[in-house]
Each structure stands twice: as C-alpha cells, then as structure tokens.
C-alpha cells in the first residue's frame, strides 16, 4: 500500500489533536522553546545536530551569553568562535554557521529570510534545518525532517524504505507535510521530535504511552521494533596516532594550528603523526620532530595515557608521551605558550583530552 493510500486511511485531524496536545503537557523545558527569534532556534538547531539535549544546553546558554545576536556571531574573530564552540564537535557546523551569519549581517540586513529559497541557499542550511526554523521561527507549515522523525513516520505508517538512503528522504517529507497541522506548525514539528526523542525511541519504544498509538500501524501489526529499517554503515577506519606534549627548561608547551581546510581546521593540537606499526614510538616522535619543526626533542617514553575519539568516519587511538624541547621552534602556526595560556586557545576533544592527563602530571 502506498504512503498516500495509508494516510487516506488515517484520522488526520484526529491524529494532529492528540499529538499536540500531548507535546503541549509533556514538552521539556529547553532553553531554545522559550525562544522565537530565528537565530537562536538556528543556532539550537545546527548544536542539536549529531549531540544530545544535555549536553547541549549548556553549551547554548553559553553561546548566546557570548553571541546574543547576529551581528555579534557575524562580526566575531573565529578564533573566539571555535574556543566557544570547543567540546562540541563537527567543527564545521559552526564555520558554516558563521559564514552564513555574516551573509544574513550583509544581504538581509541582519534578519534571518523567511523565505525557504533564500533561507536554504545559506551555508550549512539543509532542508531539515531549513523546515525547523521556518516552522518553530515564522510558523510555516514546512517539514523538519530528522532521524527522529522519520523514525516516528515509519512507525506510524509502516514504512520499510531504509532511512538511510539519500532518496527515502522525499517519501518521509511528502508524509509529514501531508500530516501537517497548519495551524501551529511550531508545535507539530517540535512534537514529532519529541515524540521521536522521548517516546517512540530506537530500541525500546514506550508504545503503551504513545499518545497516537492508536494511529500507528506498526504497533498495530506488531512490527514496531522491526521499523525503522536502516543499513548498517561501514566499520570505521582506525588510525593509530603518537602525540606528545613539548615543553622548553622555563615550563612552556608547544602548540601547533591545524591547516586553514580539513577535519579540525584551524584548531590548536599538540604535535602528532600517524605511527607505523612495530616501529619505536620513541624514535618516530623525535624523527617526526626535527622533520616537521625543524628541532630537537627528546621524548620520554613513559606513556602517559591512550585516548580513543571516535568521528563519523574514522577513529583515532592515540598514545600520549612528553618531552623536552632541545632547540627554538621556527615553524609557521606554532607557538610556545604558558602553561596557564594553554587552556585559552580552541583545541579539539581528543587534544583536550591529551592536555588534562599531561596537566594532572603536575598535580
């Protein structure tokens, strides 16, 4: 049976009622839902992408606490706007973010477009995000279609396309838009995500208090847990990495800036290089070294500690050791800094990380 044949089926109005007024009682309290300004729900939005609510929040109120408005993100030093940024990860959602800033600052006279072409030709600015602002911002019936939610739809319409594939996309958009309460948009969109978020979960949905059982063909059909389907990616890549925390006889760490494009790009990182395997590790970080900064160090082979941090497509497991610098550093985006200054510069998770284990040996 088609999407269109199954929604014919439906109680539609019906459906929208119990859907809304249950997001209307059990709705959580975030920060972002106080809001109607369309740059900071934009701002919630791109965070929210890959990272959980709770470990948003707080990086929300910080964030807004330092960049309140458009002008004060577009007219910020990227530097300042990654060390904000700095523990959430996908570090391009934020250059993106601010790249498209500045071009609402210039072109739209600092007001995010309400207009869907507009909104959408902006960097970073994909339909999802698109349909989220639009809807919860302006209240235009547009869908906002997320992994949460097409979860919810093919559930509740006993959908079996895989979620994972690019062009299952257009049937879950077409479903949500047909299913739209056009009369507050705001607050369907933001009830199918939380009923994707807090109800209609991935392993272990909570049918008996889903407020639009009765409407879900999965549940009725018994296949609840079965849905939705979606591939399994490929196993990531593992990369093992040496990194070491550089310090001269008067107490300052060397720190180098990541190139200008790339995974992590212009983030501050401890010198590393990928270790060959059955290779003294000490041998390569020294080689590695003189190679790369034109100086000497000599590295202290006591481990320090092994980090694992994990992106989308690869992991790296990285062993940490110290040493000494033994001649001045020459390179370009290098610097030698206190160790009290180290924590003011934007570093990654995983070099972070590093940084805290080799701080703790002072302690």
Request: charged share 25%.
């Amino acid at each position: 049976m088609s999407e269109k044949s199954k929604l014919q089926k439906m109680n539609i109005t019906k459906f929208q009622h119990d859907l809304v007024s249950w997001y209307e009682i059990e709705k959580r309290d975030l920060p972002w839902r106080r809001e109607r300004d369309p740059y900071k729900i934009w701002v919630s939005e791109i965070m929210l992408q890959q990272t959980r609510v709770d470990t948003v929040i707080p990086f929300f109120n910080r964030f807004m606490d330092q960049f309140p408005t458009i002008d004060s993100l577009a007219s910020a030093d990227e530097e300042s706007v990654l060390k904000a940024w700095e523990g959430l990860g996908y570090y391009s959602r934020i250059r993106n973010l601010q790249s498209a800033v500045k071009e609402v600052a210039e072109n739209y006279d600092g007001i995010v477009p309400a207009d869907k072409k507009e909104f959408l030709s902006l960097k970073g600015v994909g339909p999802y995000t698109g349909g989220a602002v639009l809807s919860i911002a302006y209240g235009l019936p547009e869908p906002a279609v997320d992994g949460n939610v097409m979860r919810v739809i093919s559930r509740l319409l006993s959908i079996w396309d895989d979620i994972a594939k690019p062009s299952s996309r257009k049937i879950f958009e077409y479903t949500v838009g047909e299913l739209m309460y056009k009369e507050d948009p705001s607050s369907f969109n933001q009830a199918l995500m939380e009923l994707g978020a807090i109800i209609c979960t991935p392993t272990s949905p909570s049918c008996l208090l889903c407020p639009v059982q009765n409407h879900c063909m999965a549940f009725e059909e018994g296949v609840q847990r079965e849905l939705p389907v979606k591939t399994k990616k490929k196993s990531d890549k593992k990369v093992s990495i040496g990194a070491v925390v550089l310090s001269t006889n008067d107490g300052r760490v060397l720190i180098e800036k990541r190139p200008q494009s790339g995974l992590l790009a212009n983030l501050w990182q401890f010198p590393n290089v990928e270790m060959p395997s059955a290779m003294n590790p000490r041998h390569v970080l020294e080689s590695l070294i003189e190679k790369e900064y034109g100086i000497k160090a000599k590295i202290n082979m006591d481990k320090v500690t092994n980090i694992t941090h994990a992106f989308s497509h690869l992991t790296w497991e990285i062993d940490v050791y110290t040493g000494v610098l033994e001649s001045n550093i020459t390179k370009e985006r290098t610097k030698l800094v206190e160790k009290e200054e180290v924590e003011s510069f934007a570093f990654s998770v995983s070099h972070q990380k590093i940084w805290k284990h080799v701080k703790g040996l002072d302690q």
